[in-house]
């Protein structure tokens, strides 16, 4: 289905705002936007890399609520889909922990991240989602995500990232020491400010901006 030309590049705050004005302005609840995000994200990760095993990496937040989302939605397209969670869905809060839930009650295979001095040893895949961290984290990484983030770019797959790769500042285009780098960044409702300063297409690779759902009259609030 064709779309409305994308939004101008935003910061994350914006972004965070367009989310904020869906949900109290257009009465169109969070979980919507994220089922959207992650259904949009879904069918691009399908259409640019149509065969192969997916590994979707999801952190505690919202980022991680798109990969949970992405799993059930590639699973539906036939793809053999894993997930590595960061943490347990009792620890995650409002709608990553529905997807959550619903990732796992939909028989998907979720591991989770245990605490330990090792590596993180990733199942092998063909291809790689980061739903680690988006617009609500700013590097540098805490905790085991620079791991797992060293660990996804020491494989031989197709990186796609969610919304930011994890490690980015979205706003200033600045990556910590570790960065996931990704092959296509899938970026939800408008392209970050920060994926066109310094060297960010080293990490972003190509930027796709993926509809949310919202109403073209509030893009249209945010474009003028
Ligand atoms: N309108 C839209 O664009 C939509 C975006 N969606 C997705 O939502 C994320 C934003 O989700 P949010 O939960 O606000 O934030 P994140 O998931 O990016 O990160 C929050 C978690 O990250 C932890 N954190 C923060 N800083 C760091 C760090 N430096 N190192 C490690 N971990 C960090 C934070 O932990 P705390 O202990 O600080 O709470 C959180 O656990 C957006 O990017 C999109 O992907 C919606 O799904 C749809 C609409
Ligand atoms: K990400």
Redesign the pocket.
């Known amino acids: 289905m064709n779309q409305v030309p994308p939004l101008p590049p935003m910061t994350c705050d914006q972004?965070?705002e367009?989310?904020q004005v869906?949900m109290k302005q257009f009465q169109i609840p969070?979980i919507v936007?994220?089922e959207n995000?992650g259904r949009g994200a879904a069918e691009c990760i399908d259409q640019i890399a149509p065969d192969g095993s997916v590994l979707i990496l999801c952190?505690?937040?919202?980022?991680?609520?798109?990969g949970f989302t992405i799993a059930r939605h590639l699973q539906l397209a036939g793809r053999e889909v894993t997930i590595v969670a960061m943490a347990p869905a009792d620890e995650l809060h409002g709608?990553?922990a529905i997807q959550a839930k619903i990732a796992e009650a939909s028989g998907i295979e979720i591991q989770i991240l245990q605490e330990s001095d090792e590596p993180p040893q990733l199942p092998a895949a063909d291809i790689i989602v980061d739903?680690l961290?988006?617009?609500?984290?700013?590097?540098?990484?805490?905790?085991r995500?620079a791991e797992v983030v060293e660990a996804a770019n020491a494989a031989s797959a197709i990186q796609f990232a969610?919304?930011?790769p994890t490690g980015m500042n979205g706003d200033t285009g600045e990556t910590g020491a570790t960065t996931f780098v990704a092959d296509h960044t899938l970026t939800?409702?408008a392209p970050k400010v920060g994926f066109e300063k310094r060297d960010a297409v080293r990490f972003t690779g190509e930027v796709h901006v993926i509809s949310?759902g919202v109403p073209l009259k509030l893009l249209r609030q945010f474009s003028a």
Do not use: S
């Open positions: 972004v965070r367009i989310d869906a969070g936007l994220m995000a952190g505690k937040g919202n980022n991680g609520g798109d709608d990553a739903g961290l988006g617009t609500g984290a700013k590097p540098p990484l805490r905790g995500y969610l919304d930011i939800f409702a949310i």
